[in-house]
């Protein structure tokens, strides 16, 4: 990855360790998630925030959910599952990256 260089990698033990780094860090935990009532493109997404994805099968459980200051979704079609965790990210981020690091619409 010719990029390596640009990015930091910071590994928790469990989420209570990376809630209590990113509440010391203050930042918000923004989560991904089908129950969230607003559509990820009208949310403003900021610098001071940390998005969350939860696994495909199950999502995150009610724990991490009291902890988010933000709940997000994807619409997708009436009566289609979810995307994948994978393609989520993609465009969650990419959105992300785009308000916040000055990248061209």
């Known amino acids: ?14 989420f209570a360790a990376f809630d209590g780094w990113r ?10 998630t089908t129950a969230g009532a607003q559509n990820y493109l009208d949310h403003a997404f900021a610098v001071d925030q940390v998005v969350l994805f939860g696994r495909e ?6 724990a991490v ?3 988010c200051e933000v709940r997000l979704r994807i619409p997708v079609a009436e009566g289609l599952r979810s995307l994948n965790i994978a393609v989520s990210a993609a465009m969650v981020m990419g959105e992300a990256l785009r308000q916040t690091a000055g990248f061209p619409p």
């Open 1 to 14: 990855m010719d990029y390596l260089d640009r990015v930091t990698i910071q590994r928790h033990a469990d």
């Open 23 to 32: 509440r010391e860090s203050r930042l918000k935990l923004v989560l991904m």
């Open 57 to 62: 099968s199950a999502g995150v459980p009610p």
């Open 65 to 67: 959910h009291d902890t």
